[in-house]
């Protein structure tokens, strides 16, 4: 049943693709028909293309989402420890957060090339400001009479983030990394048409250049159908590690 | 010997454009063994009162001497104050880091959740407690701590009436049994006057009077001298409610 509530829509859709471009007839060039880009995707799968292009884009997201976890998360710790300091950086920060990502990119390729690190640098702008903002605001907003409350227990300072800090700001710090994590992924295909070899992007990019379009349609499902999955993966990893979270089951 | 005794305590606090003196010039001695009710109006400062005295608050001045000894504090907020991310037992299990051993540690936990008919929500989230189970579990996590003194903050006041019942009766036999001394607020003067070996009336931050109550445990509270014990209180407090 959940199954069928799940499926309806998208198959819905397809079938309407495929009535509307055999009814009007469009080009297939401009159009194609979904069985034309089940074939590509055969063929890409077959060809093991698919394979190495998605490999390499999930490693290219998953290295910056990390190392933005790796900068956002302790500077959102210092920051929540030293709250007046931030005063001093929110002006700042927040024009940083207002400019688009890839406006930036003509500047990173002129900084670091158009190698891997400008790919790395967009996915990390991209990424930084939801990790960082709502694992700030989920440090802040630790309600403070729990604290008091594990004063009343004499609980150490140690565990009071163990028990009560991070537990509470658990539920903000993992709508920042969802958040993010969705960016990364859109950044990253962004930073393949930046002169990459490969990548889905590149793939997406290249095929244009060859004229085939269902190659181009297929890159941008597998890109939609990853990302989905990604979130899904995402949301079932922390629904076990926050079981006390009940709107993560659904 | 006394075991709490504040001397001129003030604690104001500052809001947007005032400052509300939620405590002020209090004094009083709490002896060692004595079960005393705290009541008075919503908002005259007793929540603000059992912080200060449990040493989660700071007075803006006076002297605050808690004489704990060897003795833990069981504190009871006015809200359950569970934590969302640990069942009911991890949040029991908590304050009593001072059992070390895990078979003795469930045992007191077994007994405190039997007593308060929440044995079958051991393994329950805050999130799937009912208001009254959420403010048993509270109670229970200041039990666990096997306190010598215990501060509750009107702990019964989302129990039904056979419950509360029940649970009077126990904190009076566990206040026998074990020599606790406790401060307990409520708004309730019958509740106050069952409790209580001593009734402290409060308004608008000040002490109004104090009463000592000479009645037998278990206490029958349909007996002429409860009630008009019950009513004198009650008076006092109306009282002081139009002083102000
Ligand atoms: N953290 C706080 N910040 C500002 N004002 C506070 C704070 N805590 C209490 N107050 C103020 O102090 C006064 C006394 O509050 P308190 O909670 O002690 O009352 P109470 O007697 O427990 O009331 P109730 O019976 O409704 O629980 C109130 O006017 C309240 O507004
Ligand atoms: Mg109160």
């Given at each position: 049943m959940r199954l069928l509530k799940k499926f309806t829509v998208p198959v819905i859709v397809i079938f309407l693709w495929w009535a509307v471009v055999h009814v009007f007839n469009i080009n297939a060039f401009l159009f194609p028909p979904p069985e034309k880009v089940l074939a590509a995707f055969h063929h890409l799968i077959e060809k093991d293309i698919l394979q190495k292009h998605v490999c390499v884009s999930f490693i290219r997201a998953f290295r910056g989402f990390s190392i933005t976890m790796l900068i956002a998360m302790p500077l959102a710790v210092f920051f929540h420890i030293f709250k007046r300091t931030f005063s001093f950086f929110d002006g700042f920060l927040n024009f940083l957060r207002s400019v688009p990502p890839l406006a930036m990119i003509p500047l990173l390729i002129l900084w670091f090339g158009i190698g891997e690190a400008s790919k790395l640098s967009l996915i990390i702008l991209a990424c930084f400001f939801p990790i960082f903002l709502n694992t700030l605001s989920g440090l802040n907003n630790v309600d403070s009479k729990l604290l008091v409350m594990g004063d009343s227990l004499d609980l150490t300072k140690i565990e009071k983030i163990r028990y009560i800090m991070i537990p509470e700001a658990a539920p903000a710090i993992i709508t920042g990394l969802r958040l993010a994590l969705g960016n990364s992924w859109r950044a990253l295909v962004a930073a393949e048409m930046i002169a990459a070899s490969s990548g889905i992007g590149y793939m997406i990019l290249d095929a244009e250049e060859m004229a085939k379009t269902d190659v181009v349609y297929a890159g941008i499902l597998t890109i939609g159908i990853l990302g989905l999955l990604m979130d899904k993966m995402c949301l079932m990893i922390m629904a076990k590690l926050c079981p006390w979270m009940e709107d993560l089951k659904r | 010997m006394s075991d709490i005794s504040l001397s001129d305590v003030n604690k104001s606090f500052v809001l947007r454009d005032r400052t509300v003196d939620?405590?002020?010039?209090f004094s009083l001695t709490i002896e060692d063994g004595t079960f005393v009710s705290v009541i008075g109006p919503s908002g005259c400062g007793k929540s603000t009162l059992l912080s200060i005295i449990g040493g989660l608050l700071k007075p803006d001045s006076g002297t605050v001497s808690i004489n704990r000894g060897e003795k833990r504090c069981g504190f009871v907020f006015q809200?359950?104050?569970?934590?969302?991310?640990?069942?009911v037992k991890e949040n029991m299990i908590l304050?009593?880091?001072?059992?070390?051993?895990n078979s003795a540690r469930n045992q007191v936990l077994a007994d405190v959740l039997e007593l308060l008919e929440l044995t079958e929500f051991i393994n329950a989230y805050p999130y799937q407690l009912s208001g009254g189970m959420a403010q048993r579990a509270a109670l229970g996590r200041a039990l666990c701590r096997q306190p010598g003194i215990l501060l509750m903050d009107e702990?019964?006041?989302?129990?039904d009436a056979m419950l509360r019942k029940k649970l009077q009766n126990e904190l009076v036999s566990l206040y026998l049994k074990k020599n606790l001394t406790i401060v307990f607020v409520t708004h309730d003067v019958s509740e106050a006057v069952f409790l209580g070996r001593k009734v402290v009336i409060m308004n608008d931050g000040q002490l109004i009077r104090q009463q000592k109550i000479d009645l037998e445990y278990p206490r029958n509270t349909s007996s002429p001298e409860f009630i008009s014990l019950c009513d004198s209180i009650m008076e006092t407090i109306s009282y002081s409610r139009y002083q102000v």
């Open positions: - | 939620a405590v002020s010039n809200e359950p104050r569970l934590l969302n991310s640990c069942t304050g009593m880091k001072h059992i070390k051993s702990p019964f006041s989302s129990l």
